[in-house]
Structures are given as structure tokens and as C-alpha cells.
């Protein structure tokens, strides 16, 4: 479905867009260090957490250690994960809410939400991530929500019908490998009038544009030693070409896409809003190393006004969409 038949995206963007930003390589031979790199870098929270780890947006610090992670240091955990945080909690409506948040990773969303009063159950398949959100849990100030984690994974876990008000899937969606079993699983778990919240990548969608911009940008981070990720060619064309390849086969084995996604979810579920959101400046910040905290707070800052700037003009494409919806009674093609 082309974004310009999307109702209620609250950015503009220029037509054929889209088409421009599917990206298929076949040649992967010259991209396999930043493949390996990438999927070394997704794994960092649980590889490199402390004992004494807690992931309570509300208590936020610098974890020195935590070099490969946002964690690191709290401002920019501040533009990340708080902000999406904030894009969830604020999409709720309703008070003594019964949540399932999928994936839930670190569990700071699924403790924000039980601070709402909210009872939240969060599932991941991680077990040191299960563990982190634990201990968080424990040595955290609570709401009168209850809050309980299980570590499992989604696509084997059995819950009962009908029992939530809302679930969450929060960048666990594209990397489910059947998204619409799942969120026909999600639709059966929800009750009557329930809500579907799904905060999502959609990294197919990258242009030649949006990687213009990040290869100016992380270059010239790299020519100034702030850089952390592998050496980008001298040739902005070679550079470029290598970014839009990690967009797609970087990541993992399979990454689903922005259709594979959008469409169950329209088809299960009524939508009530639509929205594109930055999401580019997390990889930039994530490997960004600035040895001045003050300069490197400023500069992501500043990092994460541009793309908003640059989403808002259509110059660039997006990465990170939020979409909620209301329970359909009926399922289309299952009368």
C-alpha cells in the first residue's frame, strides 16, 4: 500500500518515495564485517550489562561499561528509549488495564506502564533480558499495577482468550517470523474492543537519500575519531551503497517488511492512528563516541532535531512507525 493512501500519517513525503526505497542487493560479500558488527551490536544490553544493571527510565545513570549500548551514558537513553516509552504510555487510554507487552525486552516500558496502574505482563525470549527486568522490577519503585515477567517466546507461548485490553508490540514485530500468525495470536488474546499498539522498524523503506544523509553524518563523525561502527570508503558512493545494504541484509537472516506488517495489522484490527517517527539517529547515536559528555549530548540532540526536520520536508525516509488499532469483530476471510 503506497504511504500516500495511508490516512492519519502525520508527515509528508514526497510521492514515489516508496519506490525509491525498496533496496535488494545480491552482492554481499564486501558488506559481511558490518553485517557480523550489527548483529553483534543488537545483542549489547545482554552481553554487556552489569550485575548491578537496572533499566528504570525513572532512576537514570551512566553505565561506562556499556560501551556498545545507549545505556551507556542517561541522555541518550533521555532521546531514546524514554521518547519511545512515551509514545506507547501516551497511546493508552483507560485506568487497571490488563497489558501484554511483547518482547519486552529490559521491561522499562512494561514498568511504566504497571507505575500507570496498569497490570502488565511482559514476555521475552531472552533470558538475560528477562533477568534485567526482574531485578529492575525489584529494586524499583512500583504503581499499584501488577507487573510479571515470563521469559518465552511469543510464537510458542499460549495465553488465553480474551483476556487483555491492550497488547503491545514494540520492535519485536519485524522479527517475528511469521508477523501475521502473530498478530492473529495478539487478535485472539485481546478482548472485545480491545487495542493493538505496534512501535515498529520498516527498514526496507531506505533511499538513496537517507543514506546520503547518514553516510554524511557518520563520516564525519569517523573523520573525527567520534565513530565507533566499521570504516565507511572514501568514496561517498561506495559508502552510500554499503549503508543501503545493511538497511536490509545487516540485520538479520530475514527482516520483515513495512507491507508484510502494515497489512495483517489493517486486516485484524481498525485503525485508529497512523504516524512516522525518527528512529535513523539510534544507530548514529549508538555508535557515536564522544569523549566530552556535554558535546555528545548536544550533538545527538541535535542529530535527532535534523531528522525530524528532514522526515518533516521528505527528504529522507522514515524507519519507525506507531500504529494503533481496535479489535475487529470479524475477521476478513474467516466468516
Known amino acids: 500500500m503506497p504511504l500516500s493512501e495511508q490516512p492519519k500519517i502525520q508527515l509528508v513525503y514526497k510521492p514515489g518515495a516508496q519506490a525509491r526505497g525498496i533496496v535488494v542487493f545480491d552482492r554481499r560479500t564486501s558488506a559481511s564485517r558490518s553485517r557480523a558488527y550489527r548483529r553483534r551490536k543488537y545483542q549489547t544490553v545482554a552481553r554487556e550489562a552489569p550485575p548491578n544493571f537496572v533499566a528504570d527510565l525513572?532512576?537514570?545513570?551512566?553505565?561506562?561499561?556499556?560501551?556498545?549500548?545507549?545505556?551507556?551514558?542517561?541522555?541518550?537513553?533521555?532521546l531514546t528509549h524514554a521518547q519511545n516509552c512515551r509514545l506507547l504510555t501516551e497511546s493508552i487510554s483507560g485506568r487497571n488495564l490488563n497489558?501484554?507487552?511483547?518482547?519486552?525486552?529490559?521491561?522499562?516500558?512494561?514498568?511504566?506502564?504497571?507505575?500507570?496502574?496498569?497490570?502488565?505482563?511482559?514476555?521475552?525470549?531472552?533470558?538475560?533480558?528477562?533477568?534485567?527486568?526482574?531485578r529492575t522490577k525489584k529494586t524499583s519503585k512500583s504503581g499499584s499495577g501488577q507487573l510479571q515477567y515470563e521469559m518465552a517466546d511469543f510464537d510458542k507461548w499460549f495465553g488465553t482468550t480474551g483476556t487483555y485490553d491492550v497488547v503491545i508490540f514494540s520492535r519485536v514485530l519485524h522479527d517475528l517470523p511469521d508477523p501475521?500468525?502473530?498478530?492473529?495470536?495478539?487478535?485472539?488474546?485481546?478482548?472485545?474492543?480491545?487495542?493493538?499498539?505496534?512501535?515498529?522498524?520498516?527498514?526496507?523503506?531506505?533511499d538513496k537519500k537517507t543514506a546520503t544523509w547518514l553516510y554524511q553524518t557518520r563520516k564525519s563523525l569517523e573523520l573525527q575519531h567520534w565513530y565507533s561502527s566499521p570504516h565507511l570508503s572514501?568514496?561517498?558512493?561506495?559508502?552510500?551503497?554499503?549503508?543501503?545494504?545493511?538497511?536490509?541484509?545487516?540485520?538479520k537472516q530475514h527482516i520483515n517488511t513495512f507491507e508484510e506488517m502494515i497489512r495483517p495489522l489493517k486486516r485484524l484490527f481498525h485503525q485508529e492512528t497512523f504516524s512516522w517517527h525518527p528512529y535513523h539517529f539510534w544507530d548514529i547515536l549508538s555508535d557515536m563516541r564522544i569523549p566530552n559528555p556535554m558535546v555528545e549530548e548536544h550533538l545527538a540532540t541535535m542529530i535527532?532535531?535534523?531528522?525530524?526536520?528532514?522526515?518533516?520536508?521528505?527528504?529522507?525516509?522514515?524507519?519507525?512507525?506507531?500504529?494503533k488499532g481496535t479489535k475487529a469483530r470479524q475477521v476478513p476471510g474467516t466468516e
Not at 236 to 249: C, S
Not at 304 to 323: D, H, N, R, S, V
Open 99 to 134: 497489558i501484554l507487552d511483547v518482547g519486552c525486552g529490559t521491561g522499562c516500558i512494561s514498568l511504566e506502564l504497571s507505575r500507570m496502574g496498569h497490570d502488565v505482563l511482559g514476555l521475552d525470549r531472552n533470558e538475560r533480558m528477562t533477568e534485567i527486568a526482574t
Open 234 to 251: 572514501d568514496d561517498p558512493g561506495k559508502g552510500v551503497d554499503l549503508i543501503m545494504r545493511e538497511a536490509v541484509t545487516g540485520r
Open 304 to 323: 535527532k532535531k535534523l531528522e525530524e526536520f528532514l522526515l518533516g520536508t521528505g527528504e529522507i525516509q522514515p524507519a519507525l512507525f506507531l500504529y
Open 58 to 78: 525513572q532512576r537514570l545513570r551512566n553505565w561506562p561499561s556499556m560501551k556498545g549500548s545507549l545505556w551507556r551514558r542517561a541522555s541518550l537513553v533521555k
Open 180 to 206: 501475521e500468525n502473530a498478530l492473529l495470536k495478539a487478535h485472539r488474546l485481546l478482548k472485545s474492543r480491545g487495542r493493538i499498539l505496534c512501535l515498529e522498524y520498516a527498514y526496507n523503506m531506505m
